[in-house]
Nanobody, 115 residues
Framework: VQLQASGGGLVQPGGSLTLSCASSVSFDSLNTIGWYRQALGKQRELVADITRGGNTNYADSVKGRFTISRDNVRNTLYLQMYSLKPEDTAFYYC??????????WGQGTQVTVSS
């Protein structure tokens, strides 16, 4: 499984950004797929994920501001981020877990929230 993340960049506080993660395999072959982030000097943490059945899960820090979604035809995962805060600054990674419970990580995309 190959995952290609894109869409990061520099945005002002209060702004919005949408990340994309293109998968080389069908989402039907994955148990879950989601977004993680790692800020400088901090541990990687879950931002949001979505199961094959469509159930979503969000970190408390992003609830109400971020939305995870997927395009099952394009095998692309999205993360819409609104009301961005400086503390959202991090490398954002997509992660997939296959039906065999194997984990795959994509390369990160940097999101910087700063004025």
């Amino acid at each position: 499984v190959q995952l290609q993340a894109s869409g990061g960049g520099l945005v002002q506080p209060g702004g919005s950004l949408t990340l994309s993660c293109a998968s080389s395999v069908s989402f039907d072959s994955l148990n879950t797929i989601g977004w993680y982030r790692q800020a400088l000097g901090k541990q990687r943490e879950l931002v949001a994920d979505i199961t094959r059945g469509g159930n979503t899960n969000y970190a408390d820090s992003v609830k109400g501001r971020f939305t995870i979604s997927r395009d099952n035809v394009r095998n692309t995962l999205y993360l819409q981020m609104y009301s961005l805060k400086p503390e959202d600054t991090a490398f954002y990674y997509c992660k997939a877990v296959s039906r065999r419970r194997l984990a795959y990580w994509g390369q990160g995309t940097q999101v910087t929230v700063s004025s």
